[in-house]
């Protein structure tokens, strides 16, 4: 598996203003080469970037992840990064990536982290048997990225280091996985604050719709 940091630079809206960590915070990136891959969280229907991020935030734990519908597997995926008028989230909630597909990690305002619920991490196992971990450390700059490969068939979860009790939390589906076989998909850890544990419900509740497991989900 492949981690990697690399800088992007802004072709348009960013001028000169390369500015880091949480002065970075006031708006939104396009980039002409990421227009394909983000434009269902930039420009689709239920979430612009303008008026979407507000909704997402008036319904961060409930609404917000719940308009996304999680398309079929892809090579790659992107995932942006955002600290918004008090907010901190990733955007999509949910990714969806063919096994070793790439996801990239935009860091588009604000100082954030994607880190995997994972022994080595010192966290609770919420990624796949034999999965390996990733963690991109604080991200402090704004259009820096973070990539990781994923070779394991399964769910993943992730969260912000520094955002995790705000409910800052993601997840990867690799490739066609039995739902009712993933960790990730168990009850979420009883040692985790009621916002982390609502958060993975939400999570999870999107990860079964996607994998068609909706009518299972009371079982669980």
């Given at each position: 598996m492949t981690d990697s940091i690399t800088r992007r630079r802004?072709?348009?809206?960013?001028?000169?203003?390369?500015?880091?960590?949480?002065?970075?915070?006031?708006?939104?990136q396009n980039n002409d080469s990421?227009?394909?891959?983000?434009?269902?969280?930039?420009?689709g229907n239920d979430e612009g970037t303008e008026s979407g991020h507000s909704d997402e935030e008036s319904g961060h734990d409930d609404e917000g992840g719940h308009d996304e519908a999680v398309g079929?597997?892809?090579?790659?995926?992107?995932?942006?990064?955002?600290t918004e008028d008090g907010g901190y989230h990733f955007e999509p909630h949910v990714v969806r990536v063919n096994v070793g597909?790439?996801?990239?990690?935009?860091?588009?305002?604000?100082?954030?982290?994607?880190?995997?619920?994972?022994?080595d991490n010192d966290q609770?196992?919420?990624?796949?048997?034999?999965?390996?971990?990733?963690?991109?450390?604080?991200?402090?700059?704004?259009?820096?990225?973070?990539?990781?490969?994923?070779e394991t068939e399964g769910v993943y979860h992730y969260y912000c280091t520094p955002h995790e009790s705000l409910?800052?939390?993601?997840?990867v589906i690799v490739g066609e996985p039995d739902?009712?076989?993933?960790?990730?998909?168990?009850?979420?850890?009883a040692d985790k604050p009621e916002s982390v544990r609502?958060?993975?419900?939400?999570?999870?509740?999107?990860?079964?719709t996607a994998l068609g497991d909706d009518h299972e989900e009371d079982s669980h």
């Open positions: 802004m072709l348009q809206l960013t001028g000169g203003a390369a500015v880091v960590g949480l002065a970075g915070c006031t708006g939104t990421e227009a394909a891959n983000a434009s269902p969280t930039e420009s079929a597997p892809s090579d790659t995926a992107e995932v942006n990064m955002i597909g790439t996801v990239t990690w935009n860091n588009e305002s604000g100082s954030h982290s994607t880190t995997a619920y994972h022994s609770p196992q919420l990624v796949p048997d034999g999965a390996a971990a990733w963690d991109s450390g604080i991200v402090s700059e704004q259009g820096a990225t973070f990539e990781h490969t994923l409910g800052m939390l993601g997840s739902p009712h076989e993933q960790v990730a998909l168990e009850e979420p850890p609502e958060k993975l419900e939400e999570l999870n509740g999107m990860i079964r």
